[in-house]
């Protein structure tokens, strides 16, 4: 048909009517509906925009438009005043009187103006069963219609608190449930449908509005049924018990088989000649009136949201097109797969950088296991403290000392202390602490490997098929590196048994300082008439000394000033330890993460008998894939419902 329009009415748990007007359109019609005589062409941009937008489906992005919803008690004559606003037939009747929705699947049913109804329930029937009850499916019926003009209302079904045979328990739930929906938003304007025959403070589609529009701001009244209850109607309206903060408009039902014509002119002549009706005023009293109203909120509306609008579209694009961004690009060839393996490999290298080398914990701010730098200082801190920490007294004072002399003395002069002894004792004391720095130096890398698998997770997380390969290079390398780690620090403690070597003056100040003690010490053992027990010695408190004086005057002597030495050499050579373990871990983290890392990883991931060849990159998740085709759509619709509102927006 030339010049056709299109009527959209769907009708399941919730419905929504949409009449789109062709602005080509001179044809001449004898009836039209209510809607038609309110329009003009000054606000069909705006309402053709929505319409567009709406048709898009840019509400699935998150983005709400102004809208009409249709609200109401059951059988408060819903179906009969959207029907005569549209001039088409809906169905009406028991349980549900309308549940239309937009969209029916992907099915096309063909109908005509005179079997919309039928055509509806059927379709219906389909979606939600044959019973009473309702579903969440939606039902789109198209209708193509002269003269008429875009108005979009969200036709809701009518509150029922008592279901009746066929019905869920809770329908009333499931009901208010949908309601409260379409209601909240701050661009829905409800059309609260009121029946003249009842209180409206008792009306449960009162209660639900007020809830989400406390001031009645959002909320427009449609009084039915006024030729049913004509007397106190006036009171009702002007009091306003219910805070309608847009106002009432009064209507007279279709009534049997009258035509809208007809009952266009009945009405009118209701409101003009009844004795209480025609005292209320004329510019809040029928369809007429309430179509030019409705025209009027929802251009209203649309004028003040389209600006917001277009931010909400604007900044859901720029984040769509950075979320897009971040999901790895799209590989066709090997050649592709190597530059990304290259990028996840120079980013996982930049971050362990940062982590491990430049303190820069920026990246994990609130992960405090993923602070490198501060986690090996304060590992190497507690292997300090424990390496140097005093030892407990196991064996009595000067035993081990008297013990090794005894057994390494030879032919020559008395007053020379065997060095073979002295090396004999500090290899004893190397001997003891020996697990400790291995152990250390396993848990650094233990600690560094959980800071790397947590690195390379993050950055190719994208690639998930080829993940696998990656952490097992990273694993493989830690253990290389590990056992290198432990030869290097067995041979950093295994130097300290090849010689007595320092050139720090603190060992001579030490021996000194403590060598001074030497012949009071064997004066107490054994000279010292009251035989005291014990004997204080500067750096290790009070020894018992009893059990020593079996022993000659030279040996005590030799054993005395061997205790000395080896006690202030030993601080040196722990310090040593410290000290060489500290720059060796500086040194192989970073030869770890500026060589180590990248030639390794490469080489895993090149390797195909290693099975994690480079072209297995090419094979994209179908996570990652269902990801990006969602955001290439969000991304299309997006666009165009910006190109769409542009014009618009712009006059």
């Known amino acids: 048909m030339g010049g056709s329009k299109k009527l959209v009415v769907s009708k399941t748990s919730s419905s929504r009517t949409t009449v789109s007007a062709n602005p080509n359109n001179n044809k001449s019609i004898a009836i039209e509906s209510p809607i038609v005589s309110s329009y003009n062409d000054q606000i069909r941009p705006l309402l053709d925009t929505v319409d567009r937008l709406r048709n898009l489906n840019v509400m699935k992005e998150g983005i709400q438009l102004p809208t009409i919803v249709v609200v109401g008690d059951q059988s408060s004559g819903k179906s009969s005043v959207l029907e005569s606003l549209e001039g088409i037939s809906l169905p009406r009747g028991q349980g549900i009187c309308t549940r239309i929705w937009l969209e029916y699947s992907d099915k096309v049913v063909p109908t005509n103006e005179e079997h919309i109804a039928e055509a509806i329930c059927a379709a219906t029937?389909?979606?939600?069963?044959?019973?009473?009850?309702?579903?969440?499916?939606?039902?789109?019926?198209?209708?193509?219609?002269?003269?008429?003009?875009?108005?979009?209302?969200?036709?809701?079904?009518?509150?029922?608190?008592?279901?009746?045979?066929?019905?869920?328990?809770?329908?009333?739930?499931?009901?208010?449930?949908?309601?409260?929906?379409?209601?909240?938003?701050?661009?829905?304007?409800?059309?609260?449908?009121?029946?003249?025959?009842?209180?409206?403070?008792?009306?449960?589609?009162?209660?639900?509005?007020?809830?989400?529009?406390?001031?009645?701001?959002?909320?427009?009244?449609?009084?039915?049924?006024?030729?049913?209850?004509?007397?106190?109607?006036?009171?009702?309206?002007?009091?306003?018990?219910?805070?309608?903060?847009l106002g009432y408009v009064c209507v007279r039902n279709r009534v049997g088989e009258e035509t809208y014509e007809e009952a266009r002119e009945q009405e009118e002549l209701l409101f003009k000649t009844h004795p209480s009706l025609s005292m209320i005023d004329e510019n809040i009293v029928g369809l007429p009136v309430l179509a030019q109203k409705l025209i009027q909120i929802q251009t209203t509306m649309i004028s003040r949201c389209l600006p917001e609008i277009v931010r909400k579209i604007n900044h859901k694009m720029e984040t769509a097109d950075l979320e897009l961004k971040k999901l790895p690009m799209e590989m066709t060839s090997s050649g592709d797969a190597l530059m990304t393996l290259m990028?996840?490999?120079?980013?996982?290298?930049?971050?362990?950088?940062?982590?491990?080398?430049?303190?820069?914990?920026?990246?994990?701010?609130?992960?405090?296991?993923?602070?490198?730098?501060?986690?090996?200082?304060?590992?190497?801190?507690?292997?300090?403290?424990?390496?140097?920490?005093?030892?407990?007294?196991?064996?009595?004072?000067?035993?081990?000392?008297?013990?090794?002399?005894?057994?390494?003395?030879?032919?020559?002069?008395?007053?020379?202390?065997?060095?073979?002894?002295?090396?004999?004792?500090?290899?004893?004391?190397?001997?003891?602490?020996?697990?400790?720095?291995?152990?250390?130096?396993?848990?650094?890398?233990?600690?560094?490997?959980?800071?790397?698998?947590?690195?390379?997770?993050?950055?190719?997380?994208?690639?998930?098929?080829?993940?696998?390969?990656?952490?097992?290079?990273?694993?493989?390398?830690?253990?290389?590196?590990?056992?290198?780690?432990?030869?290097?620090?067995?041979?950093?403690?295994?130097?300290?048994?090849?010689?007595?070597?320092?050139?720090?003056?603190?060992?001579?100040?030490?021996?000194?300082?403590?060598?001074?003690?030497?012949?009071?010490?064997?004066?107490?053992v054994l000279n010292d008439k009251t035989k005291p027990e014990s004997f204080s010695i500067n750096g290790f408190g009070s020894v018992k000394i009893s059990h020593l004086r079996e022993y000659h005057a030279h040996l005590l002597q030799q054993a005395f000033d061997m205790k000395m030495r080896i006690t202030s050499y030993w601080k040196i050579v722990l310090r040593r330890i410290v000290d060489n373990l500290a720059l060796y871990l500086q040194l192989s983290v970073k030869y770890f993460v500026n060589t180590q890392f990248q030639k390794e990883i490469v080489a895993e991931m090149v390797d195909p008998k290693g099975g994690g060849g480079v072209e297995r990159m090419l094979e994209e998740s179908p996570s990652v894939a269902s990801k990006r085709e969602k955001l290439e759509k969000s991304i299309k619709v997006l666009k165009e419902s910006k190109d769409a509102v542009a014009a618009t927006v712009d006059q």
């Open 125 to 245: 029937d389909v979606i939600a069963g044959s019973s009473k009850g309702v579903s969440d499916a939606p039902l789109t019926l198209h209708v193509k219609k002269d003269g008429a003009p875009d108005l979009t209302m969200v036709d809701l079904p009518g509150i029922t608190r008592v279901p009746v045979k066929g019905q869920p328990e809770n329908i009333y739930e499931q009901i208010s449930g949908m309601i409260m929906k379409y209601i909240k938003p701050q661009e829905s304007i409800i059309l609260n449908v009121l029946s003249a025959t009842v209180d409206f403070t008792t009306c449960e589609s009162i209660r639900m509005s007020r809830q989400v529009d406390k001031t009645g701001e959002r909320t427009l009244a449609v009084v039915t049924n006024a030729d049913m209850a004509p007397e106190g109607l006036l009171q009702k309206v002007t009091a306003d018990d219910v805070s309608i903060g």
């Open 343 to 524: 990028d996840i490999i120079a980013s996982a290298k930049e971050s362990l950088l940062r982590i491990l080398i430049q303190g820069d914990f920026s990246e994990f701010p609130d992960n405090h296991s993923m602070h490198g730098t501060a986690r090996l200082a304060d590992m190497l801190s507690k292997f300090s403290d424990d390496l140097q920490a005093k030892p407990k007294q196991v064996r009595e004072f000067l035993i081990d000392e008297i013990k090794v002399l005894e057994e390494c003395k030879c032919v020559g002069l008395p007053n020379f202390t065997p060095r073979s002894a002295f090396m004999a004792i500090l290899s004893q004391h190397v001997d003891d602490i020996h697990a400790k720095p291995v152990e250390f130096i396993k848990n650094i890398w233990d600690y560094i490997e959980v800071v790397l698998s947590s690195v390379i997770t993050k950055y190719s997380e994208n690639i998930p098929r080829v993940q696998p390969s990656i952490k097992r290079a990273g694993r493989n390398l830690m253990s290389k590196i590990k056992e290198q780690s432990v030869d290097r620090v067995i041979q950093i403690v295994e130097m300290e048994k090849l010689t007595d070597y320092t050139c720090s003056p603190e060992y001579m100040k030490s021996w000194t300082e403590k060598i001074d003690a030497q012949k009071s010490f064997v004066d107490a």
